[in-house]
């Protein structure tokens, strides 16, 4: 294992802005390839839905694999360009439907991997002409250096976070956005008339190992999975409890809970658990309306 971190993009100056800020921008395709990439989740997916909603939630798996393959074939190799001896993990079509039941909530993403040595980055890129009204992704700046293990089980509330104090990323068709996993993002409702496609693809360096983090009562459990887990993986509890039989724990930690804002006002204390903490590290909080 190596002893500092490892780098993740091939250019030095992306490599600054990504360790500093947690995300860069980058000309990932040409925008009629996104285009094209549109056109088949049409086809795969032809009826409108309800909210934000994720191919890799889908219920059916061949149709989510199909969606996964579609996805791969386009940005894996696109990627290899850029980042520095990578491989894929995992992707999705996300699709943000008209209605206030798409805001995705300011959260991180799942922990992949040993986050002292590697990190793991999300490629998100439209599929649609993403304007503001469409709902365009939105990331904390700098959260990726404060953020805790993430998993199943193991959400973290950033309920103090207004989506509207985060930063917009306005991308062209052709454009994306890569984030460290850790970095907190999500966005807005879709205010306009028409689905907004976009994929997210994970993608960890080719020696790190992959795990899946899950809590069990005041445990942390980090799992070795393989890319096959993630494929299968819905976020219903007994599937994946069911899934993780066939994998070892690595490793485990005390898990640090967070006392809610009411336990602390109740109890006179200050409400400092891992997520109080770095949203105090990070100067936001006492926002909400
Ligand atoms: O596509 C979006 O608007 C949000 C995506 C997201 O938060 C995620 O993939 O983790």
């Known amino acids: 294992m190596p002893m500092s971190k490892l780098r993740t993009f091939k250019d030095e100056d992306l490599q600054e802005a990504f360790s500093r800020n947690g995300y860069v921008v980058i000309d990932l395709a040409e925008p009629a390839e996104m285009t094209q990439l549109a056109e088949d989740y049409r086809t795969l997916y032809p009826d409108n839905q309800d909210g934000c909603v994720f191919s890799c939630h889908d219920s059916d798996f061949d149709r989510q694999s199909q969606a996964q393959s579609l996805v791969r074939q386009v940005i894996e190799k696109k990627a290899s360009v850029f980042l520095d001896a990578y491989r894929f993990v995992s992707t999705s079509f996300v699709v943000k439907f008209p209605g206030e039941r798409g805001v995705i909530p300011p959260h991180t993403d ?16 439209p599929l649609t002409e ?4 469409a709902g365009r992704l939105h990331v904390m700046p700098g959260s990726h250096l404060y953020t805790p293990l993430c998993g199943s089980n ?13 930063t917009e990323i306005e991308l062209e068709l052709g454009q994306a956005v890569c984030y460290d996993l850790r970095t907190i993002h999500g966005s807005p409702a879709n205010t306009s008339l028409a689905p907004r496609v976009a994929v997210n693809c994970v993608m960890i360096p080719n020696q790190a190992d992959l795990w899946h ?8 459990l980090i799992y070795a999975v393989d890319n096959d ?23 485990s930690e005390p898990y640090e809970s967070e006392p809610s ?21 990070l100067g936001i909080g006492g926002q909400r309306k």
């Not at 993403?130 to 009204?133: N, V």
């Not at 804002?261 to 590290?281: C, F, T, W, Y």
């Open 261 to 281: 804002e009411d336990e602390a006002h109740k109890q006179n204390v200050q409400p400092l658990g891992i997520v109080q903490r770095l949203m105090k590290r």
């Open 229 to 251: 887990f993630y494929s299968r993986l819905h976020f219903d509890g007994t599937i994946t409890s069911n899934l993780l039989k066939n994998y070892r724990v690595i490793h």
């Open 130 to 133: 993403t304007t503001a009204a």
């Open 213 to 220: 983090v899950t809590r069990e009562n005041q445990e942390i």
């Open 154 to 166: 193991l959400f973290r509330k950033y309920d103090g976070i207004e989506i509207s104090s985060m």
């Open 110 to 125: 799942y922990t992949f991997v040993d986050d002292k040595h590697y990190a793991a980055v999300a490629i998100w890129t």
